[in-house]
């Protein structure tokens, strides 16, 4: 259900007004500044006193710097292929329009001696991941560095291609049109071209789409993962928890480097759904900006099936959620893979398709609840047998022990407080076990040393933002009539 919202606020996030670093990211005269129609801003043209790349994207970054009060982080530069332009994605916070987290990239395109233009693309951090191709197609339409045409000079028009590692020549195809195709379990919606269609059985908010010539697009599949190297899991065994979920869970530690994990993740993830192994080759990966309490990666390449099928020019970007108490966390895929044949023909219109992709996450979290109450009210209800049969059986040795604990009145108000102890102590292991099967966590509040059960998302983010007001607090320490 986390990842379901997750992927809600990343890809479903109502258009916003962005009036962020408006001055900042607009450089003088003659740059233009565009709206994008699926949210976020691009800014293009010559940049003023700029005459090598370096310089130009000193400038575009100053002035975000200067006008948002921070200085942006910005990540390794790299090379567009087959251009004469570089880029790097930045983040950073725009204090004076209420602190709102952005994500960008900039990009210099050298047109000749001494002579270079600058583009910005830009939007709200959650949303950057699945707005910048979109962007990108729209920037190259218009911008032509040089007076280039798009295709050979355009950063913007090699952008996906590049990324990906085209195999290819030629002038890439503009998108197709697209038609609307609803789950039948009305939980997400995508654009598709005429004859490409969602592989029958798709629900929950995730799809798998083919196309004509053998394209093949993942939308927020969600595999289960967990961390070998927890000490719960230890505990359990990792091979005995993954017998419990037969088999379909990734193993991977939480911590890994996403771009040197994604290959080895995404084969354990064709695994879980009956592919065999593959042949991968990164061309280019990237960190690109994620929801808070995630990490994500953007990679490109090519990949080759075993059995022969391919080469395909490979499109994915991947999400590692945080892992929770019990060392399970979930991976997030928006995937895609086309025959090199066919990469410059289909690559905008895969690239509209991810942009098309809608999630009815109040529908999603409905589903949800309705699925997995009954399965909790079971669990509880053999918790609460196993306790009735525990306290039954303190009954039966009350009741034999009756006559030496009325001996004495000191003993029996002694093994009475002792088994009143021991009700509170089952009752609460009770709670804890049914909190640990809820994902749920105890929090107090050092400063009225309330309690309250909060979800393990929701707790995470209060210690973690204010470790000296906030403290887990363990079994033991429950409070009778609060916490169980």
């Known amino acids: 259900m986390r990842a379901w919202g997750r992927f809600s606020a990343f890809l479903s996030l109502s ?19 565009i709206n994008a129609p699926q949210g976020g801003k691009i800014v293009y043209g010559a940049v003023n006193g700029a005459t090598t790349q370096a310089a130009a994207m000193t ?9 948002c009060g921070e200085k942006p982080q910005i990540g390794k530069v790299f090379q567009f292929r087959g251009t004469n332009s570089v880029g790097v994605f930045f983040t950073v916070t725009d204090h004076p329009e209420g602190n709102i987290p952005l994500a960008g990239m900039v990009i210099a395109a050298a047109t000749g001696p001494n002579q270079v233009e600058g583009a910005m693309l830009y939007d709200v951090a959650s949303r950057f991941g699945t707005t910048v191709n979109p962007m990108l197609q729209q920037l190259s339409s218009v911008w032509h560095p040089g007076g280039a045409g798009a295709a050979s ?20 195809a503009p998108a197709a049109a697209l038609h609307k195709v609803t789950l039948p379990d009305n939980t997400a919606s995508v654009g598709l071209p005429d004859g490409w269609k969602v592989v029958p059985g798709c629900a929950g908010g995730t799809m798998s789409i083919t196309g004509l010539h053998g394209e093949v697009v993942d939308l927020n599949l969600s595999p289960t993962a967990v961390d070998p190297n927890n000490s ?9 928890l993954v017998a419990n979920y037969k088999g379909k869970v990734v193993v991977y530690p939480s911590n890994a480097d996403l771009a040197k994990a994604f290959p080895d993740i995404w084969q354990q993830v064709r695994r879980i759904n009956g592919v065999g192994p593959a042949n991968i080759q990164i061309d280019h990966s990237e960190q690109i900006p994620a929801p808070q309490g995630e990490r994500c990666v953007h ?31 979930v991976l997030s895929f928006f995937h895609s893979v086309v025959p090199n044949a066919f990469a410059n023909q289909d690559r905008a219109t895969v690239t509209a398709v991810f942009a098309s992709f809608q999630v009815n996450t109040a529908l999603i979290n409905k589903q949800v609840a309705a699925t997995t109450a009954p399965v909790i009210a079971a669990m509880n209800k053999q918790v609460e047998a196993q ?7 303190i009954h039966q040795i009350g ?8 001996a004495s ?38 400063d009225t040393g309330g309690h309250s059960t909060d979800w393990n998302s929701t707790a995470d983010a209060l210690v973690k933002a204010n470790p000296d007001r906030f403290q887990y607090v363990g079994t033991p320490n429950y409070i009778k009539g609060t916490d169980f």
């Open 59 to 67: 400038k575009l970054l100053s002035t975000v710097h200067a006008k």
């Open 15 to 33: 258009i916003v007004c962005i009036c962020a670093c408006k001055a900042g990211t607009q450089a003088p005269t003659p740059q233009t500044t």
């Open 153 to 172: 000079g355009s950063p913007a028009g090699a952008t996906t291609a590049s990324a990906a590692g085209s195999a290819t020549g030629g002038k890439a």
């Open 387 to 393: 306790a009735a049969q525990y306290i039954n059986n």
């Open 399 to 406: 009741q034999q022990t009756t006559a030496r604990i009325n």
């Open 299 to 329: 990679v490109t390449g090519h990949l080759t099936d075993n059995d022969g099928k391919g080469p395909y020019e490979m499109n994915s970007t991947m999400c590692m959620g945080a892992p929770g108490q019990g060392g399970l966390y």
């Open 232 to 240: 719960l899991v230890r505990q359990v065994g990792v091979n005995r």
């Open 409 to 446: 009145e000191g003993a029996n108000s002694a093994e009475q407080a002792s088994w009143n102890a021991g009700q509170d102590a089952n009752a609460r292991n009770v709670q804890g076990f049914s909190n640990y099967l809820l994902d749920q966590t105890v929090v107090q509040n050092n």
